[in-house]
Nanobody
Framework: QVQLAESGGGLVQAGGSLRLSCAASGRTVSGYGMAWLRQAPVKEREFVSGILWSGSSTHYADSVKGRFTISRDNAKNTVYLQMNSLKPEDTAVYYC?????????????????WGQGTQVTVSS
């Protein structure tokens, strides 16, 4: 089993930055695809960004391209999401997710393991 724990959320003004971290435990996630998804009130959970186990490929939702950067440190069993130029519409609970093997899924159903989420609130 893999346990995921997000941190780094908070309240920030529009235009500001936050860095989210997702620490994995239970087993190494070096062979897992990892992703960030988010869910705003009364909205479906949506894909934000994903990264292959090797870190050699990343994928972003159009809404965050050029503003967010996903990275991973397999030695630390941790994935990061650097969020810059934040907008009020980025306000959501951000979840870290994982799935063993290759590929980056863009739907919630793709992922097998989930963290509890961290709240990000961007004020205008």
């Amino acid at each position: 089993q893999v346990q995921l724990a997000e941190s780094g959320g908070g309240l920030v003004q529009a235009g500001g930055s936050l860095r989210l971290s997702c620490a994995a435990s239970g087993r190494t996630v070096s062979g897992y695809g990892m992703a960030w998804l988010r869910q705003a009130p009364v909205k479906e959970r949506e894909f934000v960004s994903g990264i292959l186990w090797s870190g050699s490929s990343t994928h972003y939702a159009d809404s965050v391209k050029g503003r967010f950067t996903i990275s991973r440190d397999n030695a630390k069993n941790t994935v990061y999401l650097q969020m810059n130029s934040l907008k009020p519409e980025d306000t959501a609970v951000y979840y870290c997710a994982a799935r063993a093997g290759a590929g980056i899924g863009t739907t919630s159903q793709w992922y097998d393991y989930w963290g509890q989420g961290t709240q990000v609130t961007v004020s205008s």
